[in-house]
């Protein structure tokens, strides 16, 4: 079996008394891997010890067989995008991606095919020369992403980097992170809120929940797992009243529960990726119009605890 990419044994870290990982155990192969909880959860605290800028209080935290901590070697292999906003706003990309790439020390004309080839990675060759405080948050995104790659890492790991986003830009940087992987080699460490935008990324994830690890592994024995919670799903659109119906002829619905006005209706359902696999046929069957679909965020946070024994 080839060496795991990040190793984590037994690893705690706590500020004063309030705990950011507790007692964490992984292993990360090749590849895209998810990290899933709500906030709070550790996730943030997870990537800061990769990166060495925070130590564990106990455990020991390996990434490619070494210690991040005091290790600064290390960031070579590594590209990080924190969850946070950090693109000067009066810099340009290129201005922001030869800043950074200076302090990897790339110069010249590396530097320069190095810009433009990661550029076209993240599809931003278009915008290159304008300002990023005029950027949507997709564009910051993507240069985001373009900054953390630009010395070539084995290991990306992306905080968060959907957060914000409307759906179609989602999607499109759901697509270019597999892109990532898939094309260019990055394995990449991915995390997240939403279950389902990771499972559209990896089948590879890991549950967190109050600094601990709730489930790991494959999401479909992790789902095997879930299968006894009903997820609350919320369809809002138009003619919903024949899809309401056909929702509860599916062996994957408890009930259906159709708003008064008939906007919207909630469905709670045993297995989610079966809903969602089959609203293409049930919108085409029933004429229906959905103008939105989403899993409800308390929900979510029930599921946890309910996988944490709580
Ligand atoms: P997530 O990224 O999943 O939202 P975090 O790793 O940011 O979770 O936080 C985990 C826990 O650690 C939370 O309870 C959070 O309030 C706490 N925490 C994180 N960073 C700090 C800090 N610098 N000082 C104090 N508490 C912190």
Redesign the pocket.
């Known amino acids: 079996m080839t060496m795991a990419i990040v190793s984590a044994k037994g690893v705690s870290k706590w ?2 008394n ?3 990982l507790n007692n964490f155990n992984m292993e990360v192969r090749s590849g895209i891997t998810g990290i899933v ?1 709500p ?8 990537f800061k010890l990769l990166v060495g800028t925070i130590r564990a209080n106990m455990g020991e935290m390996l990434v490619m067989g070494k210690s991040p901590w005091k290790n600064p070697s290390q960031l070579r292999g590594i590209g990080f995008c924190p ?1 946070y906003e950090y693109l000067p706003a009066d810099l340009t990309g290129v201005e922001f991606l030869n800043l950074a790439g200076g302090l990897h020390g790339l110069s010249g004309q590396r530097l320069a095919s190095r810009t433009a080839e990661v550029l076209r990675m993240v599809e931003m060759t278009d915008a290159r020369d304008r300002r990023m405080g005029g950027y949507s948050k997709g564009m910051k995104q993507r240069m985001k992403i373009a900054g953390a790659i630009l010395h070539d890492p084995k290991l990306l790991l992306l ?1 968060e980097p959907l957060s914000g986003t409307d759906p179609v830009v989602r999607k499109e940087l759901i697509d270019m992170i597999k892109a990532l992987n898939k094309d260019h080699g990055h394995d990449i460490i991915v ?1 997240s809120h939403v279950l389902f935008e990771v499972e559209r990324m990896t089948h590879e994830v890991a549950l ?1 929940y109050k ?1 601990r690890a709730v489930a790991t592994g494959d999401i479909s024995e992790i789902r095997g797992l879930m299968s006894n919670h009903p997820h609350h799903i919320v369809i809002e659109g138009q003619g919903l009243v024949g899809l309401a119906k056909s929702l509860l002829d599916r062996p994957f619905t408890v009930s259906v529960h159709l708003w008064p006005d008939r906007s919207g209706l909630t469905a709670e359902v045993s297995r989610p990726d079966e809903l969602f696999d089959s609203m293409p046929s049930l919108i085409s069957e029933t004429g229906c119009q959905v103008d939105s679909m989403r899993s409800l965020d308390d929900d979510l946070e029930s599921l946890f605890k309910y996988l944490a024994g709580w």
């Open positions: 500020y004063g309030v705990i950011g909880g906030n709070g959860a550790g996730k943030s605290t997870f969850d905080d995390s967190l600094g």
